[in-house]
C-alpha cells in the first residue's frame, strides 16, 4: 500500500484497514506455524503496511494537534 493513497483515506477506513491487515497477519502467522507458506514474505509486506498505516495515524494526530494550538 502507497503512503499517498493512505492519506487519502478518509479516518474510518484507516481504522478498518489498520484492523483487516492485523488480522491477516495474525492468520498468516498461525498457517505459517503449522505448514509453511508459499511466500512468507507477505508477512513482512503485511508488517510494513501496518507501519505505514500507524505513521499515517500519528502524522494525523500531529497535525491536528497543532491546528488546536
Known amino acids: 500500500m502507497k503512503s499517498n493513497v493512505l492519506r487519502e483515506m478518509p479516518e474510518n477506513e484507516l481504522n478498518d484497514l489498520l484492523f483487516e491487515t492485523r488480522d491477516r497477519l495474525a492468520k498468516m502467522k498461525m498457517s ?17 503496511d501496518i507501519a505505514r498505516i500507524l505513521t499515517e495515524k500519528r502524522r494525523r494526530e500531529i497535525e491536528s494537534e497543532q491546528k488546536n494550538k
Do not use: C, I
Open 32 to 48: 505459517h506455524a503449522v505448514s509453511p507458506l508459499e511466500n512468507p514474505h507477505q508477512m513482512r509486506y503485511a508488517k510494513k
